[in-house]
């Protein structure tokens, strides 16, 4: 995994974030016209705010899309984190090329929303992943 820069635009979400909600932030990246930020284990539910509150007046802040994932070293668990949202089943992680694969599998009520609209919420799971974990390609079954 490459060092991670940040350019001030970047930094400035992060302390803003980290300003308005009190968690803390460890990676923020912009994919897919989204704004994701990556919190510390144990402080979603602070990003979030009661009934997601704070993460939806932030929102309005900064009149962008906005995604919050809870951190985790095990990157299986990161990848269930990424797919909170559609109640994630189990991740499966087979060997590819130099990396990993990872299947998560969520309801079959929930899988096209999990890929999202031309594979938009796959391709955030992969920039996700690509940064922080040895999985290289990401798949909803």
């Known amino acids: 995994m490459a060092e991670i820069a940040f350019d001030t635009e970047t930094i400035a979400y992060i302390r803003l974030f980290e300003e308005r909600t009190g968690a803390r932030v460890k990676d923020c990246l912009e994919a897919e016209d989204k704004l994701v930020f ?3 284990s144990g402080d979603i539910m602070k ?3 009661p009934a997601g509150t704070l993460i939806e007046r932030f929102k309005g802040l ?3 899309e906005v995604m919050v994932v809870e951190y985790s070293d095990d990157p299986e668990a990161l ?3 990424i797919f909170f949202a ?3 089943r189990h991740v ?3 060997p590819k090329g130099k990396g990993r694969h990872a299947t998560v599998t969520v309801d079959p009520a929930w899988k096209a929303r999990a890929i ?3 594979g938009k919420n796959l391709k955030i799971a992969r920039a996700i992943l690509l940064r922080h974990t040895d999985i290289v390609s990401v ?3």
Request: aromatic residues 4%.
């Open 38 to 40: 990556l919190v510390h």
């Open 47 to 49: 990003a979030v705010g």
């Open 62 to 64: 900064l009149k962008k």
């Open 79 to 81: 990848a269930r984190n």
């Open 86 to 88: 559609f109640s994630p």
């Open 92 to 94: 499966d992680l087979a």
């Open 116 to 118: 999202g609209k031309a």
């Open 139 to 141: 798949s909803v079954a």
